[in-house]
């Protein structure tokens, strides 16, 4: 039998932390944003200056994301998450306290995700998202939705244009399906590629997020400014209803998902965290745990190889392409390029590819054609 998220959160829930009933409710409230200049151009999978030829709805990347099963398949595998649409509240008009203020309510073993670019610095924590899965904001002057899936542990950043996202209560494969506010068109987070309405068939642009530590990434931007609990719901937000990152505990410890996944691959944990990447023809994922213990990882995506390099700083991933297979070495704790210099992981002389962490079944699922490199 499947069990429904609201369910599933309100027996979390029960015994000590804030009821529910009553707390999922929508947010009223608009945020819309102003038009802008191009997001993280560098981390886009595919580059693009198109938008939709309506004028209406986010802007689209150029070519689609592959999609590795029949459009008719995966429509007949949505499924109600328990609340309504907009039963989870996005986050609207955030806003955002010091890093000073933030030590106040954060600890350093609290994950956030985060952005550093040329204007702004942010970090979005995961205790505040886990109620709201979306919110709506600027970055360098281009509005954007902060989206993250607790069921399949996945924080991604996508370009909203002149509207907002909002969540619409349905999954696919155990993953956030959101729903833009112009054409009511649906989108599977993990995919970036609508399934149903307007835009269907098409991918979202897409901007990276740094999954970290508030520990870390405060040591690595103290200007940051941090998502406040601010939101204009009423939530606990010291609390997670799904369980701990800090220690490893309740659904993100183990075990099966909430619901049954498009597939099985046991090649890999259930929920065993890999940096996953993916193009118009092809996927592929690096296992996390052997890129933290080797640093680096050669791989390919459609016949193009690809790098990634592991950041001990951050404990974050960043993958490239590297079509000339240039020379990269570990070499006295550092990266040793063909040049002899050292480089930061986050900084190769490569252009990036973009990629975020996902728990292996969540990938396996949406990708079965997908390479894996350990």
Same mark, same amino acid.
């Given at each position: 039998?499947?069990?429904?998220?609201?369910?599933f959160?309100? $027996?979390?829930?029960?015994?000590?932390?804030?009821?529910?009933?009553?707390? @999922?409710?929508?947010?009223?409230?608009?945020?819309?944003?102003?038009?802008?200049?191009?997001?993280?151009?560098?981390?886009?999978?595919?580059?693009?200056?198109?938008?939709?030829?309506?004028?209406?709805?986010?802007?689209?990347?150029?070519? +689609?994301?592959?999609?590795?099963?029949?459009?008719?398949?995966?429509?007949?595998?949505?499924?109600?998450?328990?609340?309504?649409?907009?039963?989870?509240?996005?986050?609207?008009?955030?806003?955002?306290?010091?890093?000073?203020?933030?030590n106040?309510?954060?600890?350093d073993?609290?994950?956030? #995700?985060?952005?550093?670019?040329?204007?702004?610095?942010?970090?979005?924590?995961?205790? *505040?998202?886990?109620? &709201?899965?979306?919110?709506?904001?600027?970055?360098?002057?281009?509005?954007?939705? =902060?989206?993250?899936?607790?069921?399949?542990?996945?924080?991604?950043?996508?370009?909203?244009?002149?509207?907002?996202?909002? *969540?619409?209560?349905?999954?696919?494969?155990?993953?956030?399906?959101?729903?833009?506010?112009?054409?009511?068109?649906?989108?599977?987070?993990?995919?970036?590629?609508?399934?149903?309405g307007?835009?269907?068939?098409?991918?979202? +642009?897409?901007?990276? @997020?740094?999954?970290?530590? %508030?520990?870390? %990434?405060?040591?690595? &931007?103290?200007?940051?400014? =941090?998502?406040?609990?601010?939101?204009?719901? =009423?939530?606990?937000?010291?609390?997670?209803?799904?369980?701990?990152?800090?220690?490893?505990?309740?659904?993100?410890?183990?075990?099966?998902? /909430?619901?049954?996944? @498009?597939?099985?691959?046991?090649?890999?944990?259930?929920?065993?965290?890999?940096?996953?990447?993916?193009?118009?023809e092809?996927?592929?994922? #690096?296992?996390?745990?052997?890129?933290?213990?080797?640093? /680096? /990882?050669?791989?390919? @995506?459609?016949?193009?190889?690809?790098?990634?390099?592991?950041?001990?700083?951050?404990?974050? $991933?960043?993958?490239?392409?590297?079509?000339e297979? +240039?020379? #990269?070495?570990?070499?006295?704790?550092?990266?040793?390029?063909?040049?002899?210099?050292? &480089?930061?992981?986050?900084?190769?002389? /490569?252009?990036?590819?973009?990629?975020?962490?996902?728990?292996?079944?969540?990938?396996?699922?949406y990708?079965?054609?997908?390479?894996? &490199?350990?």
């Amino acid at each position: 039998m499947r069990v429904s998220r609201r369910a599933f959160l309100a $027996a979390a829930t029960a015994g000590g932390v804030t009821a529910l009933s009553g707390c @999922l409710g929508a947010v009223t409230g608009g945020g819309q944003g102003t038009t802008a200049t191009t997001a993280d151009a560098t981390a886009t999978t595919a580059t693009s200056t198109a938008s939709n030829a309506s004028g209406a709805g986010p802007p689209l990347a150029d070519a +689609r994301l592959t999609v590795q099963y029949p459009v008719e398949k995966l429509r007949s595998e949505v499924v109600s998450g328990g609340p309504p649409k907009d039963g989870i509240p996005a986050i609207d008009e955030p806003s955002f306290t010091t890093a000073t203020a933030a030590n106040d309510r954060l600890d350093d073993a609290d994950v956030v #995700f985060g952005f550093a670019g040329d204007s702004d610095v942010k970090a979005y924590p995961q205790n *505040v998202l886990v109620w &709201h899965e979306v919110c709506n904001d600027a970055l360098d002057g281009t509005p954007v939705s =902060v989206t993250y899936c607790p069921l399949t542990g996945t924080a991604m950043g996508f370009e909203r244009g002149g509207t907002t996202f909002g *969540v619409s209560g349905d999954l696919l494969n155990d993953n956030l399906i959101m729903y833009d506010r112009a054409t009511d068109t649906r989108w599977p987070q993990m995919l970036g590629t609508a399934l149903t309405g307007d835009l269907a068939g098409n991918s979202l +642009r897409e901007f990276r @997020l740094v999954w970290a530590t %508030w520990g870390r %990434w405060r040591d690595a &931007h103290p200007d940051t400014r =941090v998502l406040s609990t601010d939101t204009g719901s =009423v939530r606990d937000y010291d609390e997670d209803p799904y369980g701990s990152y800090d220690p490893l505990d309740g659904y993100y410890a183990g075990g099966t998902p /909430l619901f049954p996944p @498009l597939r099985t691959d046991d090649r890999f944990r259930t929920k065993e965290t890999v940096v996953g990447t993916r193009s118009p023809e092809d996927a592929a994922a #690096f296992r996390e745990s052997s890129l933290r213990k080797q640093t /680096l /990882l050669d791989g390919d @995506l459609a016949g193009t190889p690809l790098l990634a390099a592991f950041d001990a700083g951050l404990d974050a $991933a960043s993958v490239y392409r590297n079509p000339e297979e +240039r020379s #990269f070495e570990v070499r006295d704790g550092e990266i040793v390029g063909p040049d002899g210099n050292a &480089h930061q992981p986050a900084d190769l002389p /490569l252009p990036r590819q973009y990629a975020f962490d996902a728990m292996w079944f969540a990938w396996a699922g949406y990708y079965p054609e997908t390479s894996v &490199h350990d």
